[in-house]
């Protein structure tokens, strides 16, 4: 009998433990848990948006940096010179370009390119045209497939304002 009594106060005093100590410190547990995946989601949030306006700024930058090269220039000229040194390292075929002053206030010319090629040189020659510090801004890409390749069309502008 006193077997029993003394495995009922031990069971008495974990009851009384669980409901003073563990309980209590379980539900601090799940709050503080919950207030972890909420900080870290937001932290996720926050570097997602920084990550989005230093893209934007670098791209402004970038932009505001052509602009200013090729406003200092003959923009048409530098344009076509700046197409054809990266059409002379292409594989291309059939490659018509048009290079013209623009009437439109956010660009001082328009470039279109039409070729025909490989997939892997069409998208790296298009790639190499727009790269980051190019001066060139794409405007539209178009490539369909033909029988003996892809056909590419290319418009492509320098941005900046007229002086």
Do not use: I
């Not at 490659?95 to 998208?123: I, Y």
């Amino acid at each position: 009998m006193r077997a029993r009594l003394a495995a009922l106060a031990l069971l008495l005093v974990a009851v009384v433990v669980y409901a003073a100590v563990a309980r209590p410190l379980r539900q601090q547990q799940s709050l503080a848990a919950d207030e972890y995946r909420r900080l870290r989601d937001e932290r996720r949030t926050q570097q997602s948006r920084l990550a989005a306006l230093e893209r934007r700024e670098s791209r402004d930058q970038s932009l505001a940096a052509a602009a200013d090269a090729w406003s200092r220039r003959d923009v048409v000229r530098e344009a076509r010179l700046a197409v054809l040194r990266t059409l002379d390292q292409a594989s291309l075929r059939d490659v018509r370009l048009g290079v013209s002053r623009t009437n439109t206030p956010a660009a001082l010319a328009s470039v279109k390119l039409t070729a025909q090629g490989d997939f892997g040189d069409v998208v790296h020659t298009s790639g190499q045209l727009v790269r980051p510090g190019s001066g060139f801004v794409l405007e539209s890409v178009r490539m369909s497939p033909r029988a003996e390749g892809v056909n590419l069309s290319l418009e492509v502008v320098v941005p900046g304002a007229r002086p």
